[in-house]
């Protein structure tokens, strides 16, 4: 079956550390996927787009990677603050051209002073 | 400003009525979405649109309908036909519907039935 999943259990980090999040995805084949930020009780806000023929993407201290072959993409968030704490959803379109987007449950990043 | 909003807020529902949820945007975007979010599960989508007056289901249609009669504007009705309708409720619209278009997502509805 298809599925996209993120580490369900929260992520907890000093602050000034990298935090990197996972998300993993199966029999899909995505030309594209994007990573969007959630506050709670608030819509997503997105992120990144990152392009299968892109290695990495970076913006300011974020930075993400996509590998096709382990259907794997890492997010990172260097020199981490408290305000960085969030859920943090990856997202991928299945057939490419719908903008029919299919999100992991997402995983909560919790920064700590 | 430019942006996406849905009301209201909050909203209370009795078993076997039907509500409608409000989504507008004002960014002049073609494709619209509604998604529904369950504590620790990503967003399914419900519903959406590419174009005024036509419109898809999504993975979880059931018991959920929809209109675009105006470019603007995307309501949802959730119908008494849906059994488990408590949720936060998110529409979200994109420029042209194309995988590399960002959403843009309103500040969500949470649905409770009493």
């Known amino acids: 079956s298809q599925k996209i999943e993120q580490n369900s259990e929260a992520l907890n980090i000093q602050e000034g550390k990298t935090a990197t999040l996972t998300c993993n995805y199966t029999n899909y084949s995505p030309a594209y996927l994007q990573w969007y930020r959630q506050d709670p009780g608030r819509g997503p806000v997105f992120l990144l787009l990152i392009r299968e023929n892109e290695k990495e993407k970076r913006k300011e201290r974020l930075k993400v990677t996509f590998d096709t072959t382990l259907k794997q993409s890492l997010f990172h968030i260097t020199a981490s603050q408290p305000a960085d704490s969030a859920t943090y959803l990856c997202?991928?379109?299945?057939?490419?051209?719908?903008?029919?987007?299919?999100f992991g449950q997402g995983t909560t990043l919790q920064v700590k002073p | 400003d430019g942006g996406i909003t849905q009301s209201p807020k909050y909203l209370f529902r009795k078993e076997g009525q039907n509500v409608t949820l409000s989504c507008e945007q004002n960014?002049?975007?073609?494709?619209m979405y509604w998604y529904r979010q369950d504590p620790g599960q990503g967003l399914r989508l419900i519903y959406y649109s590419q174009i005024v007056n036509d419109f898809q289901k999504g993975d979880i249609a059931e018991g959920y309908s929809v209109s675009r009669e105006k470019k603007e504007s995307f309501p949802l009705t959730v119908t008494s036909a849906q059994k488990n309708p408590t949720a936060f409720y998110l529409c979200?619209?994109?420029?042209?519907?194309?995988?590399?278009?960002?959403?843009?997502f309103g500040p969500g509805t949470r649905l409770t039935v009493l």
């Open positions: 997202a991928l379109d299945p057939s490419g051209n719908t903008g029919k987007l299919i």
């Open positions: 979200a619209s994109s420029k042209s519907g194309r995988a590399t278009d960002t959403q843009y």
């Open positions: 960014l002049n975007h073609d494709a």
